[in-house]
């Protein structure tokens, strides 16, 4: 635990470094910051990468203390036999793309400047990998790698030193001891280096969605073990979700696909997958508007790709009013079933665009599919036609697994109250389980909001509520679907808790006693109500006399 911590701080030590050299260099809180920090980060990562491969790959590498040295002096024909090797377990690098080439080359008086040489690098290590770690928009463009890093500096006199000050921090640190760590180390460290760059903007689920919620997501969906499987977020923003759903089935057990109209949330997910070991998932991850152009198809490409798992915390509130008259067509009815909310005469950007995706995600499912949605708490009980819509095809196809109501102020990005709806096609009970956890958790300080925090053994009792389909007294219920038609497809556990009544055994001389202790205590309060009134009206006659 010791080492984990201190690899934990080291990298955290690394990443307060770069955004201390943005800083002197005036680009802290600028709108290029994070593509700074996130792809001199990734390329930190993909170098120490190639060379923990490079050791498997090569056995004289294996026991290297200078390894980049060592390599330098590989026959070009040897070197081009180890790439073979690596494969896609790595980024292809070639030798002066090493971050130990870059730091040599910094006083290097040739006639290229040092920036030039730094942003020569990525672009040509980007190039290089085009292929397998590029992200794709729906017109099947290339969003590449990295990108030119020093026109983010002015003046051109501060460009070299500023490339300088990066590598500096670079070298001084190593991955290496740190490829043995597992998704809960990655994921802390992701979290912690884009914590200042991935605030909701109102996109597509920019902001990050809660570890605690993504792993009671995932540990519903899956209880079991199972592999060669698809998951599916139509709305993907950094990807917490799918990562935490992956890496409980097993990164090798499972394909991962995505869209997303933010090109800063695809860039952060393709970071996160890189980070996690699932780059074969990467040609996956699409840049698009999933509502008016889903991406993924099916192998006959006569309609969507369906699939076993979908996990999404999709934006609740949105303006689409530009896209309103196309999804509401002919063209768009089968998968939005429920209806196309209306535009709202005054505020356009409430509307609920959740709606959709949940349609969309109960559309995209495979025939024996799961499916975890957050949604805010009102859907679960609005009377409203498309909200009921909804909730009235999940119950009558008996595709109601679960529902959630998570404690207030669960994201500390939005006062939404929130709740998890949990699908399952495979259902063969007719009874669903509903959790009211809205009482559970701490509340803490972030920053200017309030949160709730979910202890371990908050988590733990959720997950293990539903999975056992326990009946606790105030928490949880276990629904029909006949009682759930007759409170009008109510998802709201707080509904089906049964009201008790304690009795209590009284003679008539207690009973009596009780009556006349309650007077005696009421008039009491009235005299001393009355006292309190004189004595105020006394105060205000004193302060007109005074006036």
Known sequence: MTKHLEHTQKTKDLIDGLKTVCSNYGLANSGNEYKIITEVFLYKFLNDKFLHEARKANKDLKNSTNIEADIQKMSDSDYEYMLEKIGERSAKLQKNHFISALFNKQNDESEEKFFERFDRTLIE??????????????DKERIRLFDRLSPYIIESNQKTPFCKAIINKLVAFSFEPIFEEKYDFFSTIFEYLIKDYNKDSGQYAEYYTPPAVAKIMAKILVPKETHNVTL??????????????????????????????????SEFLRLNLILNNLVHSLHNVIKGNTLNTPYHVNDDKTDLKKFDYIVSNPPFKMDFSDDRETLASDQHKKRFFAGVPKIPNKDKKKMAIYQLF?????????????????????????????????????VDSNWLHAVVQMPPNIFATTGTNVSVVFID???KANEAILVDASNLGTKIKEGD?????????????????????????GFSVL?????????????????????????SELSPEEFDEKIEATKSRLEKMFRESKSLENKLFKKLSSLEYDL
């Open 125 to 138: 290590i980007a190039d290089l990998n085009i292929k397998l770690f590029s992200v794709a928009t729906i």
């Open 232 to 265: 599916y977020d139509p709305a993907a923003g950094s990807g917490s979700l799918l990562l935490a759903l992956a890496h409980q089935i097993g990164e090798n057990k499972c394909t991962i696909y995505s869209q997303d109209i933010s090109q800063k949330s």
């Open 358 to 394: 949940i349609q969309h995600i109960m559309y995209s499912l495979d025939s024996k599919g799961k499916a975890a949605v957050v949604v805010p708490t009102g859907f679960c009980t609005e009377k409203a036609a498309i909200g009921l819509g909804i909730r009235k095809k999940i």
């Open 425 to 427: 096609r495979t259902r």
């Open 449 to 473: 909001n309030q949160k709730t925090f979910l202890s371990k053994e908050d988590e733990d009792l959720i997950i293990k509520t539903i999975n056992n389909k326990e009946v606790i007294e």
């Open 479 to 503: 629904v029909d679907n006949e009682k759930l038609k007759q409170k009008g497809y109510s998802f709201g556990a707080g509904q089906y808790f049964e009201t008790k009544i304690e009795y």
